[in-house]
């Protein structure tokens, strides 16, 4: 059997010191940036995928726990990779094990790659035929993460035709601080809109004008650009 141990050493092997001085900068791993306190090693993601392609069938859900964990950025993202994988193709009682997991560790998925890779992936899917309060409550948290966690899980439900847990989150954060989650919120919106644009812009109507201006152009960037022009002038 693999461990985390394992896989931390191949991480280590693939390491480049360049790449990781641009990631500290692009994920904001500087001081007074989101990702403040974080460690990148500079292992590129489509490398971490190969990793977790290895690994994902070996690695315990124990040790993959545990690699969550890490103080380092590629050993997290590869251990969330590694649980989107055992999600995907584990049995029901895996599955629940595994949302488990990642609703224990929210504080150690602490940056938008890291919620992005996952949560649409794990805790949406999970949630589609069960009981969805869960969001509210991450919805409700004070760690920006959890909040973009909710959002970002609301994707699964739009996939399959579903928008009214994006609108219902959409409604609660519309006036969050954070412009991380005004762009997972304009974001899930667009993608409402590429399904159905009349129940966006129905959506929109009432509210565009009290939006934060990063989330209002993230829900209308597929637009033409005069009725983008429209929304952005309060014309609509």
């Not at 509210?207 to 309060?234: H, N």
């Amino acid at each position: 059997m693999a461990t985390s141990a394992d896989v931390r050493q191949e991480l280590a092997s693939l390491a480049d010191p360049r790449r990781a001085e641009a990631s500290s900068r692009f994920l904001q791993m500087v001081p007074g940036g989101y990702g403040e306190g974080d460690t990148a090693i500079g292992v590129s993601v489509p490398e971490q995928r190969r990793v977790a392609a290895r690994y994902w069938r070996d690695l315990s859900l124990a040790d993959t726990a545990e690699l969550l964990t890490s103080g380092v950025h590629e050993e997290r993202l590869t251990a969330l990779l590694i649980l989107v994988r055992k999600f995907t193709k584990g049995d029901e009682t895996e599955r629940g094990q595994i949302v488990d997991i990642v609703l224990a560790n929210t504080a150690h998925i602490d940056n938008w790659d890291l919620v992005d890779s996952s949560a649409p992936y794990i805790v949406g899917p999970w949630l589609i035929d069960k009981d969805r309060s869960v969001l509210d409550r991450l919805a409700a948290s004070s760690l920006v993460w959890d909040r973009r966690i909710a959002v970002m899980a609301t994707f699964a439900f739009i996939r399959v035709g579903d928008f009214d847990w994006t609108f219902r989150l959409a409604d609660r954060l519309l006036r969050d601080p954070h412009d991380l989650v005004h762009k997972a919120v304009g974001w899930m919106l667009r993608e409402v809109g590429n399904r159905d644009r009349a129940a966006e812009e129905e959506f929109l109507a009432s509210r565009y004008r009290e939006m934060p201006r990063v989330m209002l152009r993230y829900a209308i960037e597929k637009f033409d650009p005069q009725r983008r022009g429209e929304y952005l002038s309060g014309a609509v």
